[in-house]
């Protein structure tokens, strides 16, 4: 059986962690998604054009899925779409012989310029991967038989690498105990109920919010009335239409922000409610509303400051939170 551990890089402002992956013996930085289940990397099939600055998967030598193809679209509106080989993808000690690589023959201008990227390997729910005419497996359902047990973590850092566990609970990597909560749906995502909230030393507040822990989102997006109380505890902090969210002052201190789930407190630190610097001393909020998208989203923001472990080890699925 395999363990296998993977360093996670922060790319700038933690925007998202790459992973080196190699990939039909090519070595890309990917970042590892837990808000998606497609596995694409930039290719040879893309116009020079879009993979200057990228590292890039050359399907030349791979097995043609015949007839298959894959387009995926993001929250952010953010795109890609390409072919289908099967191919040997290793991360750490795990080799998946014949996964399914989703070569990108287009990428979206946006995913272009994040030049770090070569591609995302996503580890939300095989239900949710596009690919067409049948749909594949993500790559944690790819190695997971020869795992010692089906769950992967993520102990993501604040501007330093982290790392993937695949196949095993690392005890060294979290303080005290585990709390699993099951999934509250069966929509492909790792989403769950929260049970409520508090802000700086403020009391708890009831409220219950479903939650998708979703490594591919940057921020903390949580519902505006929460939103709202927070930033009514930043001062001078205002809503910049131009900016499309909260801003304040880069000297201001910022108050904690407690997600109580499965009855516990998981507390996000003040200074990781300062996501970046916008210039003439503003700074942007990690935390914004997550107005229009039906759910909340605790993206790096929130899962940067827990231990976090997605396990398909009990009857149902479930996220495991921990302090660390
Ligand atoms: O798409 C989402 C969730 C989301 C964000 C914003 C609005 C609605 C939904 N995250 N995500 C997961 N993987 C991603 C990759 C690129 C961009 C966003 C990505």
Redo the contacts with the bound molecule.
């Keep these: 059986t395999v363990a296998a551990s993977v360093a996670a890089s922060p790319e700038l402002s933690d925007v998202s962690y790459l992973c080196p992956v190699t990939v039909g013996g090519k070595t890309l930085n990917l970042n590892f998604?837990t808000?998606?289940a497609d596995l694409w990397v930039y290719s040879n099939l893309q116009p020079s054009s879009q993979r200057s600055g990228h590292a890039y998967y050359n399907s030349n030598n791979a097995n043609l899925m015949a007839g298959y193809s894959w387009d995926i679209t993001?929250?952010?509106g953010?795109g890609a779409s390409g072919k289908v080989f099967a191919d040997k993808v290793v991360v750490g000690s795990a080799t998946a012989t014949s996964q399914a690589v989703e070569a990108a023959t287009s990428v979206s201008s946006d995913m272009i310029s994040d030049i770090e990227s070569d591609g995302?390997l996503g580890l939300a729910f095989s239900s949710v991967n596009t690919v067409s005419p049948n749909q594949q497996k993500n790559f944690f359902d790819t190695v997971k038989p020869q795992l010692a047990t089906p769950v992967f973590t993520a102990d993501l850092k604040k501007g330093a690498p982290g790392s993937y566990d695949f196949g095993y609970i690392d005890s060294a990597k979290y303080t005290g105990s585990i709390t699993y909560v099951n999934l509250s749906t069966t929509g492909g995502f790792w989403q769950f109920s929260a049970g409520g909230y508090a802000i700086g030393s403020g009391s708890k507040v009831s409220k219950t919010y479903s939650c998708v822990a979703?490594t591919?989102?940057s921020l903390l997006l949580l519902p505006s009335d929460v939103v709202n109380a927070y930033y009514k505890q930043v001062k001078g902090a205002v809503y910049s239409n131009y900016q499309g969210g909260w801003v304040f002052s880069c000297n201001t201190k910022l108050p904690t922000f407690t997600a109580i789930i499965g009855s516990k407190p998981f507390i996000v630190p003040g200074t990781y409610m300062n996501y970046a610097n916008l210039g003439n001393n503003m700074c942007f909020g990690g935390m914004q509303a997550d107005t229009g998208?039906g759910f909340s989203?605790l993206g790096d923001v929130f899962l940067k400051s827990q231990f976090v472990v997605f396990s398909q080890a009990a009857a149902k699925p479930q996220i495991g939170f921990a302090a660390k």
Aim: no cysteine.
């Design positions: 998604d808000g998606s993001y929250g952010d953010s995302i979703d591919g989102t998208i989203i």
